[in-house]
């Protein structure tokens, strides 16, 4: 960080240096007191006396280190009150010809090394089967993702209370669990990482279409999902899979300013200002996805993310969306529903037929669907709506929207469904 920068706003600094290293972090303390809560508890204290001390002292050069210094400082001092407490309770068991015990104080002051596995090995930890999907993501938010309870809560449209109900239920799981805070290897770690990205995938979803609430999207959410994604490439940068992820998150997340108009109202992919999306994050991307390709050139096998991510470049490489391949991009979905079947990527596989062969390919795509194939998701009558609109079927139309804007728990997602409902009825008169 800039020294200007710090020197003036200290307490800038320290949040800058907590979002930074906080992984880090908590990563080596849990590999030295194989304790997560405690890990959290002592870098917490840490973030607490650099929000006291830098202020007046000054930012330190390597506040990383600071921070890492003053953690095992308080670990010290945690751990030599409970051997003083150990002493005393096996003298008082002594003196009443009961056993004593000994246990070895973990060695705060050993060298950290092997930071980088240590937070590979706190994702997988944060990712732990024995948690629910949605514990993972708080989670990995929370001890990865270095937030605060306030903004996971803010996030995922819950009380800040709820939410660290959530976090302290998970770890106390993984406590229960007796989760080792060591890499899987073989199968395990496969689909362990598999785990991990998909809870990555869906705290940028998440952020990128809100699920509910006022706001189409809640951007700290998909920052914070691309953030995580390109960690994870740097922690596994031989996975064409988690390369594919990343490619995939920054690619839709270039989008992001596009998504709404001046006055906030949702504007789809087709009718974006493209000189509005991120070319950093296109060129992060399309990076990404070209290291994925050269390491799938040697036989490793891709899955969804790859497949996903190769489609998202298909628009990241149409100048306007006129030049969108959508040929190419019904390909890519073909393969994709063999490779990882499913009824989300069937119904965007009939928007692809749809503007690659046109409307009523891709209603014969959808067709094939069950209808309680996604619940109540507004997904299918969305898309239906969409399909019959490009068929001249308004009507239909009209009927399809207003069920889907019936479905959706999202505000802005809904005044959008409603407007194209009331559209196509317009046109029938």
């Not at 002051?109 to 706190?122: F, K, P, Y």
């Not at 920054?250 to 087709?270: D, F, H, K, T, V």
């Not at 991009?329 to 994709?336: G, P, Q």
């Amino acid at each position: 960080m800039p020294a200007e920068t710090s020197a003036a706003d200290p307490t800038a600094a320290v949040h800058a240096a907590w979002r930074a290293e906080s992984a880090r972090l908590v990563g080596a303390l849990t590999r030295m007191t194989r304790d997560v809560d405690l890990a959290e508890d002592l870098a917490q204290d840490a973030l607490v006396a650099a929000l006291e001390q830098w202020p007046t002292a000054g930012v330190p050069d390597n506040p990383g280190a600071w921070l890492m210094t003053t953690a095992k400082r308080r670990g010290v001092d945690h751990f030599r009150r409970a051997d003083t407490l150990r002493r005393k309770v096996a003298a008082l068991a002594h003196e009443r010809g009961g056993p004593g015990e000994e246990v070895a104080m973990p060695d705060l002051d050993a060298q950290v090394d092997h930071i980088e596995d240590d937070v590979l090995r706190l994702i997988f930890l944060s990712c732990h089967p024995s948690l629910s999907a949605e514990s993972r993501a708080a989670l990995t938010l929370r001890l990865v993702g270095g937030l605060t309870t306030a903004e996971i809560a803010r996030g995922f449209l819950t009380t800040e209370s709820a939410m660290g109900q959530r976090i302290s239920r998970a770890k106390r799981t993984l406590a229960e669990a007796s989760a080792e805070f060591e890499l899987p290897v073989g199968a395990e770690r496969v689909a362990r990482l598999d785990d991990v990205m998909a809870v990555i995938y869906l705290i940028f979803n998440e952020g990128y279409a809100a699920t509910s609430g006022p706001d189409w999207m809640r951007p700290e959410l998909a920052v914070e999902g691309m953030r995580l994604a390109r960690m994870l490439a740097d922690l596994a940068p031989d996975e064409p899979e988690v390369l594919g992820l990343q490619a995939l998150l920054e690619i839709q997340g270039s989008r992001m300013a596009a998504r709404l108009s001046e006055s906030g109202e949702p504007i789809l992919l087709e009718a974006q200002d493209r000189r509005r999306w991120d070319p950093l994050l296109i060129r992060r991307g399309l990076a990404a996805l070209g290291r994925a390709e050269e390491i799938a050139a040697t036989g490793v096998a891709v899955g969804r993310y790859f497949l996903q991510a190769s489609i998202a470049a298909q628009h990241a490489l149409a100048a306007r969306a006129d030049d969108t391949n959508w040929r190419r991009i019904a390909a890519l979905y073909d393969v994709l529903a063999s490779a990882a079947p499913g009824p989300v990527v069937e119904v965007n596989r009939a928007v692809a037929h749809g503007r690659a062969f046109g409307s009523f390919a891709g209603l014969q795509v959808l067709s094939a669907l069950a209808p309680d194939a996604l619940g109540d998701s507004p997904l299918v009558p969305s898309v239906r709506g969409d399909l019959l609109e490009r068929a001249g079927d308004h009507a239909e139309a009209a009927e399809a929207f207003t069920e889907a804007a019936r479905r959706t728990r999202n505000e802005s997602e809904r005044a959008l469904l409603l407007r194209r409902a009331e559209e196509n009825s317009g046109r029938l008169s």
